[in-house]
């Protein structure tokens, strides 16, 4: 398999495990893991190799061609997802309803951009 099957597969597998769970916190953590193996996906069609999730951003603000425009739009909603959406609903209990629904748009947002340029 090569880097982009491998991290696409994981990033698909984490996504089914997300919708068979009811906990808010694994949700989170399942659809903040998937959304970082569709990153990587996107980075291997580009021969790039980000390797931790924390230099997500500025890995891709380095090198805007893999998002081109959407760049920032990946940037944010990947960030919303490790700091903030964790931060309440995996490491803390102060996620609210609102904040799990904005969780799951911004792995949405990420999904969708992903699957498009992996086609």
């Known amino acids: ?9 994981r990033a698909r597998a984490y996504r089914e495990d997300s919708q068979r769970s009811k906990d808010p916190g ?11 193996h569709y990153i990587e996906a996107c980075a291997a069609k580009h021969r ?3 390797q931790q999730h924390r230099k997500v951003p500025a ?3 380095r090198d805007r061609s893999i998002f081109r425009e959407r760049t920032t739009e990946i940037i944010e909603a990947f960030r919303y997802l490790d700091y ?12 609210a309803k ?3 629904q ?8 990420i999904v969708v951009i992903c699957e498009a340029l992996l086609k």
């Open 1 to 9: 398999m090569t880097k982009l099957e491998v991290h696409l597969d």
């Open 26 to 36: 694994s949700q989170v953590e399942l659809w903040f893991l998937s959304g970082y």
């Open 48 to 50: 790039l190799h980000i």
């Open 59 to 61: 890995e891709l603000k």
């Open 84 to 95: 903030e959406a964790r931060a309440k609903f995996v490491y803390g209990a102060s996620g």
């Open 98 to 100: 609102a904040d799990l």
């Open 102 to 109: 904005r969780a799951r748009e911004c792995f949405d947002t």
